[in-house]
Every structure is written in structure tokens, then in C-alpha cells.
T-cell receptor, first 113, second 115 residues
Framework: DAMVIQNPRYQVTQFGKPVTLSCSQT?????MYWYQQKSSQAPKLLFH???????NEADTPDNFQSRRPNTSFCFLDIRSPGLGDAAMYLC????????????FGPGTRLTVL | AQTVTQSQPEMSVQEAETVTLSCTYD???????LFWYKQPPSRQMILVIR??????QNATENRFSVNFQKAAKSFSLKISDSQLGDAAMYFC????????????FGTGTSLTVIP
């Protein structure tokens, strides 16, 4: 089945230690998104790619970076995780046409010690 | 940016009964798309139903239907014959036809189904 895959499902890191979360998709969608979701809150968009075109949200901290080496893969790099970065990180994909919905991965739960 | 408001942080419904979740949004656009997503506990978010703003007919997917009131900028979700598996967080989302790729989410409604 076509899908959005996130690895790892659970990630533990230490305060200030860089961490990378990965997302891959078999849907061949042009658009890939990274969201941060804290407990019982709405997903907060960090950034998205339309093909290789990177779109950063104005309030996304510089601590968060992303890479998309090809259509299938997208990475979220947190350069110096703080305690406040502990959250669920969701990857999603979509076609660029407006009626198309997003397809979400299962998320990576990040714990910062 | 568009804003999406879900005024009910929590709702509960008796199994087999009907429940309606509310969503309002603010936009100056005339053409856009609206979505309801379901996020069960510890499981991934999935699409429940979508509505095109240019269509007057309300979307329906089996037990799920919407009441789309464009003038009032309201987009409520009705779940009929509620089942235990309907228990989840429900998010309303807006997608512009102009900016295209961004989705704007509401804060969610946590639905409990009582056996």
C-alpha cells in the first residue's frame, strides 16, 4: 500500500544533542510537510516543500531545519533540542491541487532528557 | 492567514447516538476546501470527509456528513450511529485554492463514545 513512513517512531535525545527525524513516502506526492504536535493540540506547521521549493513558516525557530534530497524522502533536523521541543512530529504529503487531502505518517514521538 | 475555530474542546456521545462537532473559519476567499480529520489515540491522522466550497451540496461519507453553511463560514461534522471506534480527536482544516499547499487546522475536539 502507498503510504507515509516515519522513522523512528520513538526518539530519545539529550538536551542540546542534534537529532534527525526521517520521513519517506511511496505516494509520489509533490508536497511534503513537517508538523509539530504537542499533547491535545492542533498540529503546528513548521515548513513544507513543494518539490525542492522550501517554504518556512515565519515562527519556526532556526533550531529546526529540513532537507529533501529527492521526492521520496524528507528529513527534520533539530540542531540543539530543548525541553520545549519534546513533542510528536508529524510528516504529511499532498498533491498540490487544492481538493487533495494530506496523508499523514504515524509520527515520531521525541523525548528530550 | 485563515483561522479555523473549533469551540468544543471535548464532546461525548452515547454509542449508537448522533453527535455534531462544530467548526467555523475566517476567510476572504470564495473558493477553498474544507476537511475533517480524525486522529485516534496513538494512531495516525486520517481523512474523514472533505467539502468543496463551490458545491452547495453537503458531503456525505457513510455515517459521516457535514453541514456546510458558506455564508456563515460554518462547517460542522455529524456522526450518526456513533461507534466505539469513533472515539478520537477530530480536526477541522481549511485549504486555500490560492496559496494552495498550506492547511490551516483548528484546535481539535476530543470525542468520547460512551458504551
Amino acid at each position: 500500500d502507498a503510504m507515509v513512513i516515519q522513522n523512528p517512531r520513538y526518539q530519545v535525545t539529550q538536551f542540546g544533542k542534534p537529532v534527525t527525524l526521517s520521513c519517506s513516502q511511496t505516494l509520489n506526492h509533490n508536497v511534503m510537510y513537517w508538523y509539530q504536535q504537542k499533547s491535545s493540540q492542533a498540529p503546528k506547521l513548521l515548513f513544507h516543500y513543494y518539490d525542492k521549493d522550501f517554504n518556512n513558516e515565519a515562527d519556526t525557530p532556526d533550531n529546526f531545519q529540513s532537507r529533501r534530497p529527492n521526492t521520496s524522502f524528507c528529513f527534520l533536523d533539530i540542531r540543539s533540542p530543548g525541553l520545549g521541543d519534546a513533542a510528536m512530529y508529524l510528516c504529511a504529503t499532498s498533491r498540490p491541487i487544492s481538493y487533495n487531502e494530506q496523508f499523514f505518517g504515524p509520527g515520531t514521538r521525541l523525548t528530550v532528557l | 492567514a485563515q483561522t479555523v475555530t473549533q469551540s468544543q474542546p471535548e464532546m461525548s456521545v452515547q454509542e449508537a447516538e448522533t453527535v455534531t462537532l462544530s467548526c467555523t473559519y475566517d476567510t476572504s476567499e470564495s473558493d477553498y476546501y474544507l476537511f475533517w480529520y480524525k486522529q485516534p489515540p496513538s494512531r495516525q491522522m486520517i481523512l474523514v470527509i472533505r467539502q468543496e466550497a463551490y458545491k452547495q451540496q453537503n458531503a456525505t461519507e457513510n455515517r459521516f456528513s457535514v453541514n456546510f453553511q458558506k455564508a456563515a463560514k460554518s462547517f460542522s461534522l455529524k456522526i450518526s450511529d456513533s461507534q466505539l471506534g469513533d472515539a478520537a480527536m477530530y480536526f477541522c482544516a481549511y485549504r486555500s485554492t490560492n496559496t494552495g499547499n498550506q492547511f490551516y487546522f483548528g484546535t481539535g475536539t476530543s470525542l468520547t463514545v460512551i458504551p
